[in-house]
């Protein structure tokens, strides 16, 4: 079965970091340098939006609102994506969760909390 488990979220202060894993499990991911991962994150009251992309070759793409402070990596020995979050600002409050998609496959983690406060 597979399975997107992603972790590493929590409080932070303004300016500080965080680094989000998504560990893919299942026979699926057998191929997981084929996949594509991207990072979602849905706040409050707010419609889920794009963060980050991480193509099979490696090329990224960021949203507007996280260029330069967000960097998305892969490790395919792992079968795991990341998402390297520096300079958080409050509005980056949200739950942030990995999609994983192969032409007609994908698959969704349940997400983790990352909540920016002083």
């Known amino acids: 079965q597979a399975q997107l488990v992603e972790s590493g979220g929590g409080l932070v202060q303004p300016g500080g970091s965080l680094r989000l894993s998504c560990a893919t499990s299942?026979?699926?991911?057998?191929?997981?340098?084929?996949?594509?991962m991207e990072w979602f994150r849905q706040a409050p009251g707010k419609q889920r939006e794009f963060v980050a992309r991480?193509?099979?070759?490696?090329?990224?793409n960021y949203a507007d609102s996280v260029k330069g402070r967000f960097t998305i990596s892969r490790d395919n020995a792992k079968r795991t994506a990341y998402l390297q979050m520096n300079s958080l600002k409050p509005e980056d409050t949200a739950v942030y969760s990995c999609?994983?998609?192969?032409?007609?496959?994908?698959?969704w983690g349940q997400g983790t909390q990352v909540t920016v406060s002083s």
């Open positions: 999609h994983a998609v192969y032409f007609t496959r994908e698959a």
């Open positions: 299942g026979t699926i991911f057998n191929s997981f340098s084929a996949y594509t």
């Open positions: 991480i193509t099979s070759d490696r090329i990224t």
